[in-house]
Nanobody
Framework: QVQLVESGGGLVQAGGSLRLSCAAS????????MGWFRQAPGKEREFVAR????????YYADSVKGRFTISRNNAKNTVYLQMNSLKPEDTAVYYC????????????WGQGTQVTVSS
């Protein structure tokens, strides 16, 4: 079993930056594909980014491509989401998630961290 804890959320002005962290315990992250998702009020949860277990491949939603960067440090069992050029529409609760398989649903979820971008 893997426990995931996000941190780094907060309030930032449009155009600003935040870095989210997702710390894992209970299992080494090197065997787990990791992703970030977000859910805005009144909307469904949506995919933001994911990174393969080795860190060799990354994938992004079109809405964040070029502004967000996902990375991981398997030695620290931590995944990051660097968010630059933030927009008010990026306001949401951000969740990290992990899955043992390379495809399909995610097996592990964090509790989420709030990101609020003011205009």
């Amino acid at each position: 079993q893997v426990q995931l804890v996000e941190s780094g959320g907060g309030l930032v002005q449009a155009g600003g930056s935040l870095r989210l962290s997702c710390a894992a315990s209970g299992r080494t992250l090197s065997s787990v594909d990791m992703g970030w998702f977000r859910q805005a009020p009144g909307k469904e949860r949506e995919f933001v980014a994911r990174i393969t277990r080795s860190g060799g491949n990354t994938y992004y939603a079109d809405s964040v491509k070029g502004r967000f960067t996902i990375s991981r440090n398997n030695a620290k069992n931590t995944v990051y989401l660097q968010m630059n050029s933030l927009k008010p529409e990026d306001t949401a609760v951000y969740y990290c998630a992990g899955r043992r398989a390379g495809v399909g649903s995610y097996d592990y979820w964090g509790q989420g961290t709030q990101v609020t971008v003011s205009s």
